[in-house]
């Protein structure tokens, strides 16, 4: 293959590994994550690039999956990043499965050939994933009769007396409570297990608790 035509095929790939990792990005980025979309689109540039350069080194050393296999450990180590932890709570556990997708795309774009309709194909899935198969979670989460609150406070102790007053003013069983600050007070996350028979009004509910005075975010999984 000539250089000018080699340039331009890995010119292409490159390309196409950005355009592929910029469509997942820009819903982490719209969603205010972790890794957005420039991460988005250097992980998967980076995998395109380890890819193009491990089929080269297989010219010399016959092994074509040496640097390619090291992709999805460096992406773990990268995805761990993404993940946090208050006491209960874990978050980025998404965005961190989103990164190790992208990863496996610009790895097929790097293969190239054939490859390129799976990285297609595989964007598309994921996009799907992460924007319909969402909205399709949101929808049944009325449906859902039992769920875990969590509650982003300023005062844990006092936030936490409020909310569980609140759930009972509301019909709504309280299973289990606790808060990563401790019940000593000051800033924390309050984890709690809430059921009511029937279902649950999330937008009526998450209304009421966001009008808590020391209420700083609310999430419901």
């Known amino acids: ?21 910029s469509i997942v990005g820009f819903e982490r980025e719209l969603h205010g ?52 932890h208050h006491g209960s709570v874990v978050r980025g556990l998404t965005t961190a499965a989103t990164l190790w997708a992208v990863a496996g795309v610009g790895l097929a774009v790097g293969l190239g050939g054939r490859m390129i309709y799976t990285a297609l194909i595989a964007t598309v899935v994921i996009w799907t994933t992460l924007t319909i198969i969402r909205r399709i979670e949101r929808f049944l ?9 969590f509650v982003t406070c300023t005062n844990a102790k006092k936030t936490l007396r409020q909310v569980v007053d609140l759930l009972d003013d509301m019909g709504i069983e309280v299973r289990s409570a606790g808060t990563s600050a401790g019940l000593s007070g000051g800033v924390g996350t309050l984890a709690i297990s809430v059921y009511r028979p029937g279902g649950l009004d999330i937008p009526e509910l998450t209304g009421r608790l966001s009008e808590v005075q020391d209420i700083v975010a609310v999430e419901w999984r």
């Open 33 to 84: 994550r972790p890794a957005g979309l420039r991460t988005h689109i250097l992980v998967g540039v980076g995998a395109t690039l380890f890819t193009i350069a491990s089929l080269q080194v297989a010219g010399t050393t016959g092994d074509a999956g040496r640097i390619a296999a090291q992709i999805v450990t460096g992406v773990g180590f990268l995805g761990a990043g993404t993940i946090i």
């Open 141 to 149: 989460e009325g449906w859902r009769d039992s769920r875990e609150l």
């Open 1 to 21: 293959m000539a250089t000018w035509e080699y340039l331009l095929n890995v010119t292409g790939q490159l390309v196409l590994s950005v355009v592929f990792a």
